[in-house]
């Protein structure tokens, strides 16, 4: 099988990495190379900031309309290619294609739609001084940015960071995950078709140590917008930090997903599956602590097993696969070692804990691994406590909407939260004492751009989305005249 070449797309042009370095990366589905990355330098973010600097000057100083005009035709054109751009995804994070249609190539598209009209809608803060003068503020584009995405959510988190980083006049220097680089790679075609100006985005594909280390360390870039771990996070603050960079973080979870007896017991169960194993658990937005009210526990439990060892796991390709193959096998060997812990600590299997069984030959060495549900441990135990990312839950049996807001609140973390109930007045007492950035009640998963996005704790820093996305991406000035 012919691997596909991928190489960094600078100032409009795809170029060789400088020190002629290449990697492989892997079909997750069948567990073999299918695509060689850059393995980028210093050197080759220092070309791309060249470019990037160079562009800033003039595309800054372009008009909101024209900026809009282009974001729109890339979301157009996205549009236009959305089944290319859905296998590639599939093909390349391992995830079901019927996900990479209905959810990851859509929102990718929606992201630049959403801040061209953005930009063009807002407005800005004025205020009369009396008897001195007139206040009023201008949002200033910054400069080059740094944008890391993860390998989770390929094209959809990356295509959250380009559409408001450019939509507010800044260039962008992108370091996609090197274990899904394939349609940020198909992308750059789209910006350069689209007529984004030679140098505004600028795409370097390699290594988080060589070419995202550069990034973060780079003196002349003043932001850097990174979605990932929690430790990568942690060394993205300290490197960063003598250079004193903005910095919007979006780093893990452990999310807790509550549910009440009085809830909506078949939305509750049906939701929590997608909620638990969508994406076969690799979305920071999962909820893996999954608390039950005592009286409906056995029930609910029973319920989860039931839809769980029903949900299909297999080819990705396939349009009635619900789970498709981890990204690498590094991570289905991490995911894997979380189980055995489980037991260790004294859980039990309720179903899963391993690769399937059923799977077909051409699928044996892909990374597959089964929904997998244990009970029986305690919310100190580490499975309960550290960030799996992977088809994993843990189920436990509270009784007072005390204990289980305080269980909640004991995490290192605080992405996100779902609670399950009808009755009102529990439902925004509790959503108010739970420390996350997101509470869903009654749902999960619904987004609005709008709305600020980010974690408390170790969960990140910053938030983005509408407003918060501009405040990121630029410096708000007051200008004062006088009277």
């Known amino acids: ?100 249609k209905t959810v990851d190539i859509p929102r990718a598209a929606y992201n630049f739609r959403f801040f061209a009209g953005r930009i063009l809608h807002s407005v800005e803060e004025a205020a009369e001084l009396e008897g001195v003068g007139f206040n009023y503020s201008q949002r200033m584009p910054i400069g080059v940015a740094g944008l890391i995405s993860p390998w989770n959510l390929p094209l959809y988190l990356l295509t959250w960071k380009i559409a408001p980083c450019i939509a507010c006049g800044n260039t962008a220097i992108c370091k996609p995950s090197e274990f899904t680089s ?52 942690a060394k993205i603050i300290a490197n960063s930090a003598p250079h004193f960079k903005k910095l919007s973080l979006e780093l893990g979870g452990k999310n807790a997903n509550i549910i009440f007896a009085d809830c909506d017991f078949e939305k509750a169960l049906t939701t929590s599956l997608r909620s638990s194993f969508a994406n076969q658990g690799e979305i920071c937005l999962c909820g893996s602590r999954i608390f039950v009210e005592r009286p409906i526990y056995e029930k609910f439990l029973n319920g989860l097993v039931d839809g769980a060892k029903k949900l299909k796991v297999g080819d990705p390709s396939a349009h009635d696969t619900n789970l498709g193959a981890l990204v690498s096998k590094e991570h289905w060997e991490k995911v894997k070692s979380y189980i055995d812990l489980g037991v260790k600590e004294g859980g039990k299997i309720e179903c899963g804990g391993d690769k399937p069984a ?53 995490s290192e973390y605080g992405l996100s939260c779902s609670l399950w109930t009808e009755n009102g007045r529990r439902a925004r ?13 009654n749902t999960w998963m619904a987004r609005d751009l709008r709305m600020p996005f980010g974690g408390m704790k170790k969960s990140g820093l910053g938030r983005e989305g509408g407003e918060h996305s501009l405040d990121f991406y630029t410096e708000l000035k007051t200008i004062c005249l006088a009277d």
């Open 429 to 441: 007492r509790v959503a108010g004492e739970i420390q996350a950035g997101t509470v869903w009640v």
């Open 358 to 410: 059923s799977l077909q030959d051409e699928f044996q060495n892909g990374y597959f691994l089964e929904p997998t549900i244990i009970s029986g441990l305690t919310p100190s135990c580490r499975v309960m406590r550290e960030e799996i990312f992977g088809p994993v839950v843990t189920i436990y049996a509270f009784d007072t909407e005390e204990e289980v807001i305080q269980i909640t609140n004991d």
């Open 1 to 100: 099988m012919a691997l596909t070449a991928i190489d960094n797309f600078i100032n409009n042009e795809f170029v060789k990495p400088t020190e002629g370095a290449y990697f492989d990366t892997f079909n997750p589905a069948h567990g073999v190379p299918h695509a060689q990355i850059p393995d980028s330098t210093k050197a080759d973010v220092d070309l791309a900031y060249k470019a990037a600097s160079t562009a800033f000057t003039t595309w800054s100083k372009t008009t909101k309309a024209e900026r809009a005009r282009i974001l729109y035709k890339i979301a157009d054109l996205i549009d236009a290619r959305q089944d290319e751009f859905v296998r590639a995804e599939s093909k390349d994070q391992g995830k079901p294609i019927s996900l990479a």
């Open 182 to 233: 394939l349609t940020a790679y198909m992308l750059c075609s789209v910006l350069k078709d689209a007529g984004l100006p030679a140098g505004v985005v600028n795409m370097v594909f390699g290594t988080g140590m060589k070419a995202g280390q550069a990034l973060v360390e780079h003196p002349r870039i003043p932001l850097i917008s990174f979605t990932g771990g929690t430790v990568t996070g």
